[in-house]
């Protein structure tokens, strides 16, 4: 999930004021913009069994049953929580008035009619020793040659041919490495720089919902291109997010609802969710050059961002990562996971912005921006779930320079790394 702007230049507000805005219905890749008041419903199940992992399944994941999606995903609240009671509850009914005397009474006299039928039933079984039909839908063992109870150990007279069985085969299937493993080690560590695919900053203004979509839309193909050949040389299928847009306070589909005020990724359906309306609220909230420079390069930074969680659950890391935090009881501990997990996520946005920054191209007025405004975007030390600004510079800032995933290994460094 991107953190929420820290306003340009100290400016604006962390979250859009004008809440009531209305925009026209979904959108999602391919075809024409249009847009909804939160992300679609799925049709797809847990995987959330997502955020998953051997404790709830393979990961057809974003945040599971079991919690929020702390950080990728938007963090919900449970039943009783923003939306209301919670599936299957009910409210008390009054109680009626008590006919345990009748009752009680009428049990009685039944018990013994009912005692009465049985002694005769059994009664009846006893002298019939017919055997019950069976369903023909059942399955009925065959007799076995022998007839014999007792084990025996001597070998037949014709022994039976040795056949290979499927476990000769399936003893030799490499097991799946540890998530320690494939967080820290994984191979697109090792895939080398990223190539740049010339990919150029979009015309459009973010002005409107409208434009807005199409800046993002313009961006995503860039991502795909970039990634792709990354994924495949680290060993792994790449398959590129889908994109939907939305504006609104609240946020209803697969990996959960509730208050949402910012873009994140849900890896239930692999798709990324951006929101609008924060995009038009940064860029015409205030009328100079630097403003709107930041809103631009903020949002840019935001989409490659939440793609990078994508290449996260393409790897695997992101279900691994999320399986790690999963196990730990200490609340600390558990935060440093997730920050560990949005810092390389920023990483990676820095990895493909880059490569790109000539074409895009990153200078003059949205380079000044990404050094003072974005890349010094942080929480407080030890505080939040993104990262602080020492952490913020350590990885996007390094990624930035070398545009190489293996400056994106949050995974293996000290945790005063990911503060």
Avoid at 6 to 32: D, E, F, K, L, R
Avoid at 250 to 255: F, H, L, S, V
Avoid at 310 to 317: A, S
Avoid at 384 to 399: I, N, P, T
Wanted: charged content about 15%; overall charge positive.
């Amino acid at each position: 999930m991107s953190q929420p702007p820290y306003g340009p230049p100290g400016q604006n507000p962390p979250y859009p004021q004008n809440q009531n805005q209305q925009y026209p219905q979904q959108y999602q890749q391919p075809g024409p913009p249009q847009y909804q008041q939160g992300p679609p419903p799925g049709a797809y199940g847990p995987p959330p069994g997502q955020y998953g992992g051997p404790h709830q399944g393979p990961p057809q994941y974003g945040p599971p049953p079991r919690g929020p999606g702390f950080g990728w995903g938007p963090s919900f609240g449970g039943p009783g929580g923003p939306g209301g009671p919670g599936p299957g509850w009910q409210p008390q009914r009054p109680r009626k008035k008590s006919k345990a005397p009748l009752i009680a009474i009428l049990s009685i006299v039944g018990v013994a009619l009912v005692g009465v039928w049985i002694i005769g039933i059994v009664k009846k079984n006893a002298d019939n020793t017919t055997t019950p039909p069976v369903s023909p839908t059942r399955y009925t063992p065959e007799p076995t040659t022998s007839t014999s109870t007792e084990p025996t150990e001597e070998p037949t007279t014709e022994p039976p041919t040795q056949e290979p069985t499927s476990t000769e085969t399936t003893s030799s299937t490499p097991q799946k490495p540890a998530d320690s493993t494939i967080v820290s080690k994984n191979a697109i560590y090792k895939v080398g720089q990223m190539r740049p695919i010339n990919c150029k900053e979009p015309k459009v203004r973010p002005t409107n919902a409208r434009n807005a979509a199409a800046y993002w839309t313009a961006i995503k193909p860039c991502l795909d291109k970039s990634w792709a050949p990354l994924v495949a040389k680290a060993g792994y299928k790449f398959k590129a997010p889908t994109m939907t847009f939305w504006a609104g306070t609240n946020a209803t589909g697969p990996c959960g609802s509730g208050p949402v005020n910012v873009p994140y990724y849900c890896s239930v359906n692999n798709n990324l969710y951006m929101k609008v309306d924060v995009f038009v609220e940064s860029y015409n909230e205030y009328p100079d050059a630097e403003s709107k420079a930041y809103a631009r390069m903020w949002y840019t930074r935001s989409v490659a961002h939440e793609y990078g969680h994508g290449v996260q659950n393409m790897t695997g890391i992101l279900q691994a990562s999320d399986n790690l935090r999963y196990e730990l009881t200490d609340y600390d501990d558990r935060m440093r996971q997730t920050r560990r997990m949005e810092l390389q996520a920023n990483c990676f946005a820095g990895v493909f912005l880059a490569v790109n920054k000539r074409s895009y191209p990153i200078s003059g007025e949205m380079l000044y921006v990404w050094n003072k405004w974005v890349l010094t975007a942080g929480d407080k030390p030890e505080e939040g779930d993104h990262g602080s600004v020492a952490s913020q510079k350590r990885f996007m800032g390094m990624s930035f320079r070398t545009g190489n995933p293996a400056s994106c290994n949050t995974f293996a460094v000290s945790p005063k790394y990911v503060s």
